[in-house]
T-cell receptor
Framework: DGGITQSPKYLFRKEGQNVTLSCEQN?????MYWYRQDPGQGLRLIYY???????QKGDIAEGYSVSREKKESFPLTVTSAQKNPTAFYLC???????????FGQGTRLTVV | DAKTTQPPSMDCAEGRAANLPCNHS???????VYWYRQIHSQGPQYIIH???NNETNEMASLIITEDRKSSTLILPHATLRDTAVYYC??????????????FGTGTRLQVTL
């Protein structure tokens, strides 16, 4: 089945460690997005990518980094520079000519 | 992208129509209205979108005012499974670029027995 997959569902890390969240899609979508969601809050855009080897900062990019070496993959690294990394992270993809964005089921990151 | 305003929460009795409003008074002529919903601890799900005509699909109806400054998402027969946060988004439909796709805080709809 086509879809967008985030792994793992739950992730625990010690403070000061970098951690990479996986996002893979087999929908042949060009655009991919990373969002952060805190309890009771809406989604805030971290990074987005239009095509391979291209990405732009969203509204809260500080402390995060991404890569887009393959069309189907858009991994997000939460670095030690991110002050409050504990959150729910959502990845999405969208075909540029279509309007619907597909979301993964999210990764809940807890930093202790 | 134009800013949207939604009430933070609404209640609806099961079986009744749920009418969720969205204000987008600064919408531009080339901007569409999109609705998504997010059930607790899941990724958001696309519901419907429109430009200026009313739209209907198997999930919902979208009513856009003639001046396009506001819209209403209608769930005709709400069920408990419709309990979720509903997001109204306004953005331009464009090819060749990935627009930011910005979400606000949405409306938390609680469907009750």
């Amino acid at each position: 089945d086509g879809g967008i997959t985030q792994s793992p569902k739950y992730l625990f890390r010690k403070e000061g460690q970098n951690v990479t969240l996986s996002c893979e899609q087999n929908l042949n979508h060009d655009a991919m997005y990373w969002y952060r969601q805190d309890p009771g809050q809406g989604l805030r855009l971290i990074y987005y990518s239009q095509i391979v080897n291209d990405f732009q900062k969203g509204d809260i990019a500080e402390g995060y980094s991404v890569s887009r070496e393959k069309k189907e993959s858009f991994p997000l690294t939460v670095t030690s520079a991110q002050k409050n990394p504990t959150a729910f992270y959502l990845c999405a993809s969208r075909q540029q000519e279509n309007t619907e964005a597909f979301f993964g089921q999210g990764t809940r990151l807890t930093v202790v | 992208d134009a800013k949207t305003t939604q009430p933070p929460s609404m209640d609806c009795a099961e079986g009744r129509a749920a009418n969720l409003p969205c204000n987008h008074s600064t919408i531009s002529g080339n901007e569409y209205v999109y609705w998504y919903r997010q059930i607790h601890s899941q990724g958001p799900q696309y519901i419907i979108h429109g430009l200026k005509n009313n739209e209907t699909n198997e999930m919902a109806s979208l009513i856009i005012t003639e001046d396009r400054k506001s819209s209403t998402l209608i769930l005709p027969h709400a069920t408990l499974r419709d309990t979720a946060v509903y997001y109204c988004i306004v953005r331009a439909f464009e090819t060749g670029t990935a627009s930011k796709l910005t979400f606000g805080t949405g409306t938390r709809l609680q469907v009750t027995l």
